[in-house]
């Protein structure tokens, strides 16, 4: 059985980091809307004033086996912070060995740790393998909501109108 442990990533994982987010959307059939360059990584999750982190799983041998990318929310409800999961990746090589179920307990703990009233994430609803972990680990959908997003061209329109 492989052992691994998670740690901090750091700006010297970034080529690392861009990989599997390269990896991930290629996996979600997105590859030609990812933008992201090393440097660009660098500076969202590692520069001055960002709000996003990212921790690395890996093998004792410090073979990359993950990643975990995450930010704060506010719930006005609770008057407390949530932590949002954005990317959770775990490469092929080690998918079925609980990686996935080690970063989101990690995260759970961090979020705890750190007083947040709420761990959330997203998934596609035709990614069954993710589906299956988040209700393993009894986490539940929010079936009343529905995600809306603005980006790209309709952003900057919607901005300027």
């Not at 506010?74 to 060995?97: C, F, I, M």
């Amino acid at each position: 059985m492989t052992s691994y442990r998670i740690r901090p990533a750091v700006a010297a994982d970034a080529a690392m980091i861009l990989r599997f987010i390269r990896e991930l959307a290629d996996y979600e059939n997105a590859l030609h809307e990812v933008a992201a360059t090393e440097e660009s990584v660098v500076a969202s999750l590692f520069g001055e004033g960002s709000v996003s982190r990212a921790a690395i799983c890996e093998t004792v041998d410090g073979d990359p086996a993950g990643s975990a990318i995450w930010f704060k929310t506010y719930s006005t409800w609770q008057s407390k912070n949530g932590l949002y999961l954005e990317d959770l990746y775990v490469t092929p090589a080690h998918r079925g060995g609980g990686v996935g179920k080690m970063l989101l307990r990690h995260l759970a703990r961090t979020a705890l740790a750190e007083g947040c009233g709420r761990f959330e994430w997203s998934v596609l609803d035709w990614n069954e393998p993710a589906i299956r972990v988040y209700d393993a680990i009894g986490a539940e959908p929010h079936p009343e909501w529905l995600r809306y997003r603005l980006w790209g061209d309709k952003l900057k329109a919607f901005a300027e109108g």
